[in-house]
């Protein structure tokens, strides 16, 4: 008797907090979807091949830091990916000896903001890389292979849809495809513009943290 009881009420907890994990994600989802809330990409350059990216999130949720939760309300966090072309180490040299030079092409992505949302970050580019955060400094940015990888690389997520955002005041409004990410019981979720590939949603439910980053504002 006493089993059955311990059961039903592990049940009864494990269905709570199912119920209000749907909650806040379906809340979270219709406040994005909130003409109110679509982020203003006019000042983006329209050829965004080798531009530096300003970017300013506003973020909500909580960063569970040593087991203490520090709460995050309306915060901004700014983020700058820089364009860098570097020469590759391994110059090669062609039939005629003359040397190819090779460059790499990619993001070098700064973020500033309240201590805590850096951590997040690095737990976040942690939990996409899958490797610990103890091994990951952010000290100087970190590197990012496209404007669409700046929360972790893509490729390792799976799209699972597409949507529009409506625009303000009746104007355009945002096509974006939607990316998932779950490991060890937590998921990230990405949305991307599919115009510039700006990221202009990221909702991180892990057992590190609970935010909801908005893009506000791009250039």
Known sequence: MR????????????????????????????????????????????????????????????????????????????????????????????????????????????????????????ELLAFVNNISSSNLSLIGGWRSSNISDIFGNLSLFTKTGEGMLAGRGGSGGIAYAEYKLERDGGSIVIWVDKSTGVPIQCRIRTNWASLDLSLQYAS
């Not at 909650?23 to 091949?49: G, H, I, V, Y």
């Open 3 to 122: 089993l059955s009881v311990i059961l039903l009420l592990i049940l009864v907890a494990l269905y709570t907090i199912a119920s209000i994990y749907y909650l806040a994600s379906d809340l979270a989802s219709r406040e994005a979807r909130n003409p109110e809330n679509t982020p203003n990409l006019a000042n983006l350059p329209k050829n965004m091949s080798k531009q530096d990216i300003y970017l300013t999130y506003r973020v909500k949720g909580y960063v569970n830091i040593s087991g203490g939760l520090v709460y995050i309300d309306n915060a901004q966090l700014g983020m700058v990916a820089r364009y860098t072309e570097a020469p590759l180490l391994n110059s090669t040299i062609n039939s005629t000896a003359s040397i190819i030079n090779a460059t790499d092409t990619y993001y070098r992505v700064e973020a500033s903001g309240d201590p805590a949302l850096i951590v997040a970050l690095r």
